[in-house]
């Protein structure tokens, strides 16, 4: 499973905001909502989570926890064929571009700040993510 949550649930933009849970290649949403996506928008690297952002600024997304795709991993995958340093690089930078695309929207952009600062922290003490993760996984088992 892409993500650990165990029940059907609201996926909102607070979850998003923190990372991209959802698996790209099973994801339905309404048309309408990306008819007139931001001019921020077309100059990101990373596109599908910040896709998944803008839509959910219209409504929580709903997740099934059945497997709806599958993806092939590789060491010869785009994003494996990076540097992690890069890869950490160009989420930070997306990260910059929303805040800045959604300053309109002060209660996202603080949301986003949020989960940058803790993209940072787990990337920059990895520790940190494993006590988490940690924390996270007791909370289901007990």
Known sequence: MYCNYPDARAITFRDLSYANVMP?????????????LPGWYYDLKICDWPLNLIVAQHG?????????????????????????????????????QMIAGFSEKPDLVTL???????????????????????????????
């Open 112 to 142: 986003l700040k949020q989960g940058r600062r803790r993209f940072e922290l787990f990337n920059t003490f990895p520790f940190l993510r494993f006590v988490y993760d940690l924390a996270q996984k007791s909370k289901r088992i007990f």
């Open 24 to 36: 790209t290649c099973s994801l339905v949403f309404v048309r309408r909502h990306i008819d007139d």
């Open 60 to 96: 929580s997304w709903w997740y099934f926890p059945q497997v709806m795709g599958v993806h092939r991993l590789t060491t010869s995958s785009t994003w494996a064929l990076q540097s992690q340093k890069r890869n950490i690089n160009l989420v930070l930078s997306a990260y910059d």
